[in-house]
């Protein structure tokens, strides 16, 4: 058995022991038997060719090929190992987890085959040459490593290249994940993707997922979804929930939504949207601190030595970009934590609950004792941040009312 981290820069030359390069690359066929068709040898010069496999005469400290082979290319079917495959993401059913292929196994068969995709930390510890020393000093502790495959069989190259989650075949043990750890992966793809998953799902857990997706996927499934669709999942999520997404879509899309709901869940998200036309803007607070997703921890806690006597009740500060848009959040005890050169994108947290100058106060005050948060972040239309909403002023309008 090989793997491919252990070829990757391995020496190539010929049956004259002439130096050609080394392997920067090597391609296989996108069929079940996955065969290893061509390497990629980088030259000294910078210079790449693409030889056949077939030059291939043994593979050992150097891989010794053929003299005055003729470089071939890239055919139809065809991907890189190392470009394509490693680093992807997969969806483990089996492991019920989200996993990296942290390396590609290959077997002489004969000829260069893939067997499988290594998914272990083994994997990793492979590429810098520490594996053995680390399995070692494993035994003598008493936790030995063991090592984590995935068959072959059950990988999709071709979708796993286009930067598509890949599925360990579609069981309904994809349900053992936690809907928030599986809608933040899909945050990070794209939205084809995020419906191809979706579709893979029953309707109440598909519900869930879509419910823990960023805003702006949220609105582009709907806006793509049949109002049919549309209704079936909405009548799955909690009413605030629903009418949070509802309030994304335009009037129209609004109205043929509702039209197909119950007469029970259309009179409770009838009652949710008359309440977003109630301005949330008596309650919002402008005493917050908010720096850029660059600044340092050294440059916050100057800002936060001037702002504290005068305003932040908060332990949070919120991150902005260029264009002050909202883009993550931290407290004080994560910033006291790093370095004072470390910037505060490394380590703030990027998948915020917000709530919108549309949002009822209802829905503000169900979402702060949904996630016992103390305080939540108003952002408008262009997301950028204009205020916070504390749980003193919900608790105030729910007694008020």
């Known amino acids: 058995m090989l793997y491919f981290s252990e070829?990757?820069?391995?020496?190539?030359?010929?049956?004259?022991?002439?130096?050609?390069?080394?392997?920067?690359?090597?391609?296989?066929?996108?069929?079940?038997?996955?065969?290893?068709?061509?390497?990629?040898?980088?030259?000294?010069?910078?210079?790449?060719l693409l030889l056949p496999v077939s030059a291939i005469i043994k593979i050992s400290q150097v891989i010794r090929i053929q003299t005055e082979i003729e470089p071939t290319i890239l055919e139809e079917n065809e991907l890189f190992i190392?470009?394509?495959?490693?680093?992807?993401?997969?969806?483990?059913?089996?492991?019920?987890?989200?996993?990296?292929?942290?390396?590609?196994?290959?077997?002489?068969?004969?000829?260069?085959?893939?067997?499988?995709?290594?998914?272990?930390?083994?994997?990793?510890?492979?590429?810098?040459?520490?594996?053995?020393?680390?399995?070692?000093?494993?035994?003598?502790?008493?936790h030995p490593i063991n090592p984590r495959f995935l068959s072959w069989a059950d990988v999709a190259p071709l979708e796993l290249a286009r930067g598509r989650v890949m599925m360990r075949k579609q069981e309904t043990n994809l349900k053992k994940l936690n809907p928030e750890d599986l809608a933040d992966h899909l945050d990070k793809t794209n939205i084809r993707n995020v419906r191809r998953i979706l579709g893979l799902l029953d309707e109440s857990y598909a519900a869930e997922v879509i419910n823990n997706l960023n805003p702006s996927?949220?609105?582009?499934?709907?806006?793509?979804?049949?109002?049919?669709?549309?209704?079936?999942?909405?009548?799955?999520?909690?009413p605030d929930e629903a009418v949070d997404i509802i309030l994304t879509l335009d009037r129209h899309a609004r109205s043929r939504i509702l039209s197909l709901f119950e007469s029970e869940k259309h009179d409770q998200i009838a009652k949710l949207i008359a309440l977003s036309h109630t301005p949330i803007g008596d309650i919002i607070s402008i005493e917050f601190t908010s720096v850029a997703a660059d600044a340092t921890v050294r440059q916050v806690k100057a800002?936060?030595?001037?702002?504290?006597?005068?305003?932040?009740?908060?332990?949070?500060?919120?991150?902005?970009?260029?264009?002050?848009?909202?883009?993550?959040?931290?407290?004080?005890?994560?910033?006291?934590?790093?370095?004072?050169?470390?910037?505060?994108?490394?380590?703030?947290?990027?998948?915020?609950?917000?709530?919108?100058?549309?949002?009822?106060?209802?829905?503000?005050?169900?979402?702060?004792?949904?996630?016992?948060?103390?305080?939540?972040?108003v952002v408008d239309g262009e997301k950028k941040m204009v205020g916070v909403v504390r749980w003193f002023d919900t608790v105030d309008e729910k007694l008020q009312n």
């Open 303 to 377: 800002i936060l030595s001037q702002e504290l006597e005068s305003q932040v009740e908060s332990s949070n500060v919120y991150v902005t970009n260029q264009t002050n848009q909202l883009v993550g959040v931290f407290n004080l005890h994560e910033l006291l934590a790093h370095s004072e050169d470390t910037q505060v994108y490394k380590f703030m947290v990027q998948n915020l609950v917000v709530i919108h100058l549309s949002t009822p106060k209802e829905i503000a005050w169900k979402k702060m004792v949904k996630y016992k948060f103390g305080y939540l972040p």
């Open 217 to 238: 996927f949220q609105t582009a499934l709907f806006k793509s979804f049949p109002a049919d669709k549309s209704a079936k999942v909405l009548s799955l999520l909690d």
């Open 82 to 142: 190392g470009k394509n495959i490693t680093d992807q993401q997969i969806i483990d059913i089996s492991g019920s987890k989200i996993v990296r292929v942290n390396d590609v196994v290959l077997v002489q068969t004969p000829g260069l085959h893939i067997t499988g995709v290594d998914v272990g930390i083994l994997g990793i510890l492979r590429w810098f040459g520490i594996e053995d020393i680390f399995c070692k000093a494993a035994r003598i502790f008493h």
């Open 7 to 48: 070829l990757k820069e391995v020496a190539v030359i010929d049956q004259n022991d002439v130096y050609i390069g080394v392997v920067a690359d090597m391609v296989f066929r996108c069929v079940s038997t996955a065969p290893v068709t061509k390497i990629l040898v980088r030259q000294l010069s910078g210079v790449q």
